[in-house]
């Protein structure tokens, strides 16, 4: 099992993108990515979205990277 972990620093908040994935000879056998927001202020950390699509951490870190967090208002819509 193999976990990759991607932070999006910010000003008042980051992005925190785990993906973990499982696989074997065949292909990929387990996904899931999990979008969570932490307060700089507070610490407290807010999952804001969970995925089991291979590729959609990947997807989501690239967007926040090009919008900012308002790339996460459309996934909470």
Do not use: N, W
Request: net charge positive.
């Amino acid at each position: 099992m193999e976990t990759t972990t991607t932070t999006i620093k910010g000003l008042a908040v980051d992005v925190i993108i785990t993906e973990t994935t499982h696989r074997d000879a065949r292909g990929i056998l387990f996904y899931l990515a999990t979008i969570s927001v932490r307060s700089h202020k507070t610490g407290v950390e807010k999952i804001a979205r969970r995925s089991r699509l291979p590729g959609a951490g990947k997807a989501i870190a690239r967007d926040v990277q090009r919008l900012g967090v308002r790339a996460l208002d459309k996934l909470a819509a």
